[in-house]
């Protein structure tokens, strides 16, 4: 069978082809960087250039493939609201019509619990759980409209299935370790209430698992699951535990969340796209969720054995030449310009 993966230069798409690869499916990998993403995969990938910004190129790559993994994953960091608008929303509907105009049958969206991020822990929510106020945050925000147009045009002809991972973390994920690294080192990044909330992380293992799950599941299709790591740590644990592997000292646990609160929300307004307060409350607010739909309908067991693979991270980390490293293979957050130099290529205004 063959499958197309967007965004194969990235750590999410990146790792997806390669377990499409050891599951014995032929890969064709959508890329804006050929050069970053031949870098990072097996030559059995067939790369082909563009972006979910062009449904001729998607189109083109996806032509004779069964399934679809959309991948719209944007560097860390607050980005205007025009892009994540583009990337999420006006892509999943580029993503669509192209997919139906060729006959992909089954399309996998990788989404975010962040579709249901808010001012409140998320304790033992499911993706039955109806919001009381608006996901926080220009990224949380796009991120549901794109979901909500994925799934709500399900159906025998196009079937669709959105996952929801929680903090994705593993070996590979460049663009992660170097905001977590900057943040630590310039003191943005902390804990509050001495890290005493519930984390929830999603190991990219765990995530390509579900995600090749999600491509032959018969109950998956017009449905989102959750799908995160089987251990749940406190902030102060699970971060302590990640920095350490890294090599970054341990977290700062006495964050003042009344006061970030208040410069997140000027922050806000000055433009940043809700970001820091969507930050904010990831590092404040408990997380767990039930996964037990995946469980039930995809078979997903969501396994983790933390210490072998933070030894994973931190050996993967030493071949890359260490933080200093890792922090020059970055990528930037993208900005509107950006968005404008896609549009204009793919024949819009």
């Known amino acids: 069978m063959r499958a197309l993966v967007t965004g194969a230069s990235g750590f999410v798409g990146s790792a997806l082809c390669k377990a499409l690869l050891q599951a014995g499916y032929q890969v064709v990998g959508l890329t804006r960087d050929r050069a970053g993403a031949a ?5 059995e990938v067939e790369l082909m250039d563009g972006s979910v910004g062009d449904p001729e190129q998607i189109a083109r790559a996806a032509a004779g493939c069964e399934l679809f993994f959309l991948v719209a994953r944007r560097p860390p960091g607050p980005a205007p609201q025009r892009v994540l608008r583009w990337l999420h929303v006006a892509g999943s509907e580029n993503v669509l019509r192209a997919a139906r105009h060729v006959g992909v049958q089954r399309v996998v969206h990788i989404s975010s619990a962040d579709v249901s991020l808010t001012a409140e822990d998320r304790m033992h929510w499911d993706e039955k759980r109806l919001l009381t106020a608006p996901a926080v ?9 794109a979901e909500e147009l994925m799934l709500a045009t399900s159906d025998d002809e196009l079937q669709v299935v959105a996952l929801r ?3 994705v973390w593993g070996p590979g994920d460049i663009d992660g370790v ?9 003191g943005s990044f902390r804990l509050y209430g001495g890290g ?4 929830a992380t999603t190991h990219i293992d765990n995530l390509c698992k579900a995600a090749l799950l999600a491509a032959r599941a018969e109950r ?6 959750y799908v995160t790591d089987g251990e749940f740590l406190d902030a102060a644990e699970f971060y302590g535990k990640l920095l350490a592997a890294l090599g970054l000292p341990a977290p700062v646990l006495n964050g003042n969340s009344s006061l970030a609160w208040l410069g997140a929300q000027l922050n806000a307004r000055l433009g940043d796209g809700g970001a820091q307060k969507a930050e ?3 590092n404040a607010r408990s997380a767990l969720f039930d996964v037990s739909a995946a469980v039930h309908d995809l078979a997903y067991e969501p396994t983790l054995e933390l210490a072998p693979r933070l030894l994973e991270l931190s050996t993967w980390l030493a071949d890359q030449g260490g933080v200093e490293a890792v922090l020059g293979k970055a990528r930037r957050a993208p900005v509107a310009a950006d968005v404008d130099d896609q549009v204009r290529a793919a024949g819009g205004d």
Not at 39 to 43: C, I, K, Q, T
Not at 137 to 145: H, R
Request: charged share 20%.
């Open 39 to 43: 870098s990072r995969l097996p030559g």
């Open 137 to 145: 945050g220009a990224f949380a925000q796009s991120k549901l409209m």
């Open 165 to 167: 991972p929680a903090r």
């Open 178 to 186: 170097a905001r977590l690294a900057l943040g630590v080192r310039c």
């Open 196 to 199: 005493r909330n519930i984390v």
């Open 220 to 225: 998956a299709p017009s449905h989102a699951y």
């Open 280 to 282: 904010l409350l990831r």
